[in-house]
């Protein structure tokens, strides 16, 4: 009886594990001797002349046959060490610095996909919302579209990385979400003390305020483009950015409130307050639930909530400025 494609796969995979487990441990799971032969024979049994079928909606995705080795031998490697012993004495190691997820429809982390795909929904549904109750007269408007935009970029280049995890897709995660971050430091100062006004000194100073920014974050891609990958950098910058930023929304949400005695005024700093709690998932970087749901992917659906309610405050806030500027003409 011919086994099915699948069936092969785990097979051979099992068949190598059990062959050569034991021998030796490692502090990451692609090191792991046994992984190492369990990818081996793998590939010498399913990758030459008459390579094992791969499904389609897999191949659309770029996985091949050395990638589905991979895959599998992660899992049967795992499941054999858990089985042998309880997680809490046989921890559950990573491969090539990422968990070993069970993937959905192709997709290396589903859930970050998905949660990705919440976050997206909220800008577009953001923007939308923008365009329809803010009239194209209103300052900022461009401003605040701009945020929106780049939050769709962002998002969508991280959908594109947790489905499938390659050089490029990792670039260009990591570039649209330092844009999308350093965005949020530059148009923070320009609704705070509103540069968006027509005068001559305010002018200057956006102007100077556009070139600094641009000249930071072309420095940032040059760097990590050109003289080193750094991951703790790169997480580093972004915080950094970040801290500033929530810094001001902070110190504009009490001011605001004082002035005008709302509580939707004080929403900057609660979204800010909420932002804070929901990155401190990333701390955990726990082994994923059932395979799937990790410490980053609930950062990711922790930010759905916030990116809502902050279109909900620009939107307050516009309209608030709209009616004072009305009043005074």
Not at 138 to 145: E, W
Not at 241 to 257: K, P, R
Not at 277 to 298: K, Y
Request: with cysteine; charged share 15%.
């Amino acid at each position: 009886m011919r086994l099915r494609s699948h069936q092969k796969w785990h097979l051979i995979a099992l068949t190598a594990a059990c062959s050569f487990f034991g021998f030796s441990q490692a502090s990451l799971g692609d090191r792991l001797p046994e992984f190492k032969e369990c990818v081996k024979v793998c590939k010498e049994a399913n990758c030459g002349d008459n390579p094992t079928p791969i499904s389609l909606h897999h191949r659309l995705l770029l996985w091949d046959c050395p990638s589905e080795c991979d895959y599998t031998c992660q899992h049967v490697v795992t499941d054999i060490r858990l089985a042998r012993d309880p997680p809490y004495m046989q921890p559950i190691y990573q491969f090539h610095g990422k968990w070993p997820f069970y993937r959905f429809l192709g997709m290396q982390e589903p859930f970050s996909v998905i949660f990705s795909l919440f976050n997206y929904l909220a800008h577009d549904y953001g923007i939308s919302r923008l365009r329809s109750e803010v009239p194209a007269s209103y300052a900022l408007r461009k401003y605040y579209l701009l945020f929106g935009y780049f939050g769709l970029a962002s998002w969508t280049f991280s959908m594109l990385f947790h489905t499938r995890d390659f050089a490029f897709t990792e670039k260009m995660d990591y570039f649209a979400a330092g844009a999308s971050v350093m965005y949020g430091l530059y148009y923070a100062p320009i609704r705070i003390f509103r540069l968006d006004k027509r005068d001559a000194v305010k002018q200057s100073v956006l102007r100077a305020w556009t070139l600094l920014c641009l000249s930071l974050y072309s420095a940032h891609v040059l760097y990590l483009s050109l003289w080193s990958w750094d991951y703790t950098y790169n997480m580093a910058a972004n915080v950094a950015v970040g801290i500033v930023q929530n810094l001001m929304w902070s110190w504009f949400s009490y001011n605001q409130y004082k002035k005008l005695n709302r509580t939707w005024a004080m929403w900057p700093g609660l979204i800010v307050a909420w932002i804070v709690m929901a990155m401190s998932l990333e701390l955990l970087d726990f082994p994923p639930w059932w395979g799937m749901v990790d410490a980053h992917s609930l950062w990711h659906l922790g930010t759905v909530g916030p990116t809502i309610w902050w279109y909900n405050f620009l939107l307050k806030d516009a309209h608030e400025d709209l009616q004072g500027t009305r009043l005074k003409a």
